[in-house]
């Protein structure tokens, strides 16, 4: 069965860092495609950054381009974001996310209503 498990989250003061991980398991990477989404309390979930598995080619939302970094370890079947210069707007509960949808551009980032699986999602609080 295919899954996905979010770790890596935390509290971290403004302008600070964090990595979070996914484990994925169970799907064919040639068909599925990989993302970050965040929900902020009282907000609709958004995208945050997606992989191409096709050429590797990665997409931001314009609110963390320069500052995210997603990246992927095929060997070891695990998705990462890493966040730098983190800002208090940038506190949610942060989602990994699969679909059998190729990346072809931003686009996948507005596909939060028919992605096919969740992680069960870490929390980043971004305080002083």
């Known amino acids: 069965q295919a899954q996905l498990m979010e770790s890596g989250g935390g509290l971290v003061q403004p302008g600070g860092s964090l990595r979070l991980s996914c484990a994925t398991s169970g799907f064919t990477r040639e068909i599925y495609s990989f993302g970050w989404f965040r929900q902020a309390p009282g907000k609709e979930r958004e995208g945050v950054a997606c992989?191409?598995?096709?050429?590797?080619?990665?997409y931001y939302a314009e609110s963390v381009k320069g500052r995210f970094t997603i990246s992927r370890d095929d060997s070891n079947n695990m998705l990462y974001l890493e966040m730098n210069s983190l800002k208090p707007d940038d506190t949610a509960v942060y989602y990994c996310?699969?679909?059998?949808?190729?990346?072809?551009?931003?686009?996948?980032?507005?596909?939060?209503?028919?992605?096919?699986?969740w992680g069960q999602g870490t929390q980043v609080t971004v305080s002083s």
């Open positions: 992989l191409s598995s096709s050429d590797n080619s990665a």
């Open positions: 996310a699969a679909a059998p949808i190729p990346v072809s551009g931003r686009n996948w980032l507005l596909l939060a209503p028919v992605i096919d699986y």
